[in-house]
């Protein structure tokens, strides 16, 4: 597992940072993080979607106690929020782990898959769409993209539209003319680039966005100094096509290693 605990805590950085920029900017949204031992919980009682309702870091100090599982669970419960996404790192289980989680009232669900490139290389990019890098003045158009293709609730959007001004992070989109068609963010970690939010409407796939903001993404982590980036999408299963997984991995990315994802037991 070398070089992949970078990966866990370059993102919860960047979650860190867009949740200082939300939070100034939207005071009255609910959106805490709070620490659980070595967890850091993310709940939002004003958005359902588990990529605001989710535990990170979990073991990253030692080995997950049932003591601490269930008092994250009580966290949750005492919100009101019934579902959330308590990330598990496969170097941090040890053969106790999945007993205690069962006991704590988890259960299994399907993971993440991380992946890992340099920044060297580019993808072939095939798109007449054009990319560019913006900033506030398409804030508005980037969250609507986003948040329709990750399912947030239109109120969410002021939230996500944040992001583009979020410490570390640069928004790139793809756009037809000056009708936009896609999104995508970086953020910049030292010498590690995390990306996130890749989008594409439904009105311009198939019109090669995705990769061109891909390699737009991996070109501002190059020229930022960075010498990894990494990224992730949900596990390949079958009767899924994983339109996104394969796109990833024809981008140059390998995969680093799946990510288990546990949820309260129903």
């Known amino acids: 597992m070398a070089n992949t605990f970078e990966s866990e805590s370059s993102e919860l950085n960047a979650l860190e940072s867009w949740h200082r920029a939300a939070s100034a900017a939207l005071p009255g949204f ?5 620490r659980i031992g070595d967890a850091v919980c993310s709940l939002s009682s004003s958005e359902p979607s588990i990529l605001f309702n989710r535990v990170l870091e979990l073991g990253s100090a030692g080995e997950p106690e049932l003591e601490q599982l269930i008092r994250i669970r009580e966290f949750y419960t005492a919100a009101g929020i019934a579902r959330f996404f308590l990330h598990v790192a496969p170097w941090r289980k040890s053969e ?3 007993e205690r989680l069962a006991q704590a009232g988890y259960e299994k669900y399907r993971g993440w898959m991380k992946f890992k490139r340099g920044t060297g290389e580019l993808p072939e990019v095939r798109s007449d769409l054009e990319v560019r890098r913006v900033g506030p ?6 969250a609507a993209i986003a948040g329709a293709a990750f399912d947030l609730q239109a109120s969410s959007q002021p939230v996500l539209a944040a992001i583009v001004e979020a410490t570390g992070y640069q928004a790139f989109m793809s756009f037809d003319g000056c009708q936009a068609a896609g999104s995508g963010v970086v953020f910049i970690d030292h010498d590690v680039a995390v990306l996130d939010w890749g989008a594409t409407h ?3 796939r198939r019109r090669g966005g995705q990769t061109a903001v891909l390699a737009a993404r991996i070109r501002a982590a190059e020229e930022a100094g960075c010498e990894r980036v990494y990224t992730m999408t949900g596990e390949a299963v079958p009767g899924d096509p994983q339109h996104l997984y394969s796109n990833i991995q024809k981008a140059g990315f390998s995969e680093a290693y799946l990510r288990e994802n546990w949820i309260p037991t129903r």
């Open 137 to 142: 003045e398409r804030a508005s158009d980037f």
């Open 30 to 34: 609910d959106w805490q993080l709070k």
């Open 202 to 204: 439904p009105d311009f």
């Open 96 to 98: 106790n782990t999945e």
